[in-house]
């Protein structure tokens, strides 16, 4: 069974890259992966964004072979390409405010402050996405080898202000490896 990218028949699915629901009508990419329960395939659906940020491999290959014409491809597929390049990228999850003290930084090992910025991560293992820890904002530069991931903290997390948004930018300025 191929991978693909089709509408949303109905607003049930869940986007494995985010959680939330893809709406009716809505085109999602649907991965296929081993079934871990029984013989045969499963889908896994995602919203476009959602796999172009965290299954760049299996995205990138749908895309290449699809014919019809895709909304904002180029973005994707650049975003998508980042991720390839770049593979600790697809770990991005979001990033928040420490509400402890007592997360370690996976790329620096310093403790993260309560209060301060981090960006959480996941690892995907087996057709999962596990928790994985955080890094400081600025040790962006560092673990991914790249300080341009401001889309994917505010995809990933939605809730972000605009005022959040530009003290995030402002740190990863001072990320330099
Ligand atoms: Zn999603
Ligand atoms: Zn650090």
Known sequence: MPHLIQPASTAR?????????????????GESVPNPFAEGETTHWFHLDCAAFKRPEP???????????????????SEARRGVAHPRLPRINGAERSPSGRA?????????????????????????FEPAGFIH????????????????????????????????????????G
Not at 18 to 23: K, L, N, T, V
Not at 165 to 174: F, H, K, V
């Open 104 to 128: 370690q930084c996976r790329s620096c090992r310093g403790n993260i402050d309560k209060g301060v910025w981090r960006i959480s991560l996941v690892f995907y293992e087996d057709g999962r």
């Open 59 to 77: 995205f990138l290959e749908t895309v290449e072979a699809r014919t019809e014409p895709l909304d904002d491809v180029e973005r994707l597929v």
């Open 137 to 176: 904002v600025p040790c962006a530069q560092a673990y991914f080898e790249t300080a341009d991931v401001l889309p994917r903290l505010k995809h990933f997390s939605r809730s972000l202000s605009d005022e959040d948004l530009r003290g995030l930018q402002a740190e990863l300025q001072t990320s330099t």
């Open 13 to 29: 699915a869940k986007c494995r890259g985010c959680g939330e629901r893809i709406a009716a009508g809505e085109l999602r990419f």
